[in-house]
């Protein structure tokens, strides 16, 4: 039997959230801003060391702030995946403050964090500019060419088994 995990993907309006989802779940990518109202749920059954997992990808409106996301959508997270938009500063300048809400409202849900549109850079100046700790850890994403987004997702998935 397939465990069931729910995966929330966070973030301001128009980092790509949508478009990420889309390319991990359809394989399929959308020059078209569709906003997100509300939420929208798609599901993946995927193989991890040899485990069946099934993931319910939650993607919920964009928020200036997490504080701002409804309790209800956040509720039962296994795993969380904040998206940044790597050319739009005010997307990722409070990354701190929102990882420290996530940590003290959720402190043993994982929590990944995705820098997106990293195909309009190259990986030698993002390496560069994105040197800050906080962004150790970060999986530098492209919802366009799909670079790393299949490796984001399995690697939040590991993170909750």
């Not at 790509?16 to 078209?32: I, M, N, Q």
């Not at 997490?66 to 739009?88: E, M, N, P, Q, W």
């Not at 402190?107 to 150790?136: C, H, Q, R, W, Y």
């Amino acid at each position: 039997m397939a465990q069931t995990k729910k995966i929330v993907l966070l973030g301001h309006f128009g980092v790509g959230k949508t478009s990420l989802l889309r390319r991990y779940v359809d394989d399929a990518f959308s020059e078209d801003y569709l906003v997100t109202v509300g939420v929208h749920v798609k599901k993946k059954d995927i193989s991890l060391d040899g485990e069946s997992i099934t993931l319910i990808i939650w993607d919920i409106e964009g928020n200036t702030s997490i504080d701002k996301a409804r309790k209800s959508y956040l509720l039962g997270t296994h795993g969380f995946i904040y998206v940044f938009d790597v050319t739009r500063p005010e997307t990722y300048e409070q990354l701190e403050s929102e990882f420290s809400y996530l940590k003290e409202n959720f402190p043993k849900v994982p929590v990944s964090l995705a820098g997106n549109k990293a195909d309009l850079f190259d990986s030698e100046f993002t390496a560069s500019f994105f040197k800050d700790p906080i962004f150790e850890n970060c999986r530098f994403t492209s919802a366009k060419t799909g670079e790393t987004v299949e490796l984001l997702f399995k690697d939040i998935a590991a993170k909750t088994i």
